[in-house]
């Protein structure tokens, strides 16, 4: 009994998902500009990363001037224009109308613009750095509940075989 309550342990700690990768956003303003910052998630995997299911980029917020905390740009609610993180290139494309001030931001090329109401709030160049290592699990924790599974169905057999 006891055996099977740890590869039950060990079955339900290696199902946990792997864990996806992690990039700030510094926005650097020109002068008169204001600066800020941001971070997006993607699977760790996509080579372009697009905000639909299955499509790599899992999350993104730009905190920037007067769209910031709760008024941040945010790409699940900010329409319009595409967002695409581009891995090889290291590049953010990111168009999208604020669904809480309706201003507009614009990046593209490593460089940002800011507008409201067709007028520009500022503008500058970003850069995209990863943030702090997420460790993912190890391939061998993942393989402990098949090789537990393994030592059962062999213990079971010679259990069969003795008597």
């Known amino acids: 009994m006891r055996l099977l309550l740890t590869l039950v342990a060990l079955c339900s700690l290696s199902s946990v998902p792997l864990r996806a990768d992690m990039f700030d956003i510094t926005l650097t303003g020109n002068p008169g500009s204001p600066s800020g910052s941001g971070t997006f998630t993607t699977d760790g995997i996509c080579m372009l990363c697009f905000p639909f299911p299955g499509a790599g980029l899992l999350s993104g917020t730009i905190n920037i001037g007067p ?3 709760a008024s941040a ?11 695409i993180y581009n891995r090889p290139a290291n590049t953010f494309l990111y168009m999208g109308s604020n669904s809480e001030t309706n201003d507009f931001l ?8 800011l507008t409201r109401a067709g007028s520009s709030i ?3 160049t970003y850069s995209i750095t990863p943030a702090a290592a997420i460790p993912e699990p190890s391939y061998l924790f993942l393989l402990m509940p098949i090789v537990a599974l393994g ?5 079971r057999q010679q259990r069969r075989v003795r008597t």
């Open 67 to 69: 769209d910031s905390g």
């Open 73 to 83: 740009f945010d790409i699940s609610d900010d329409g319009i224009g595409p967002k």
């Open 106 to 113: 614009d990046m593209a090329l490593n460089d940002w613009f």
């Open 122 to 124: 500022g503008s500058g």
């Open 151 to 155: 030592g059962l169905c062999w213990r």
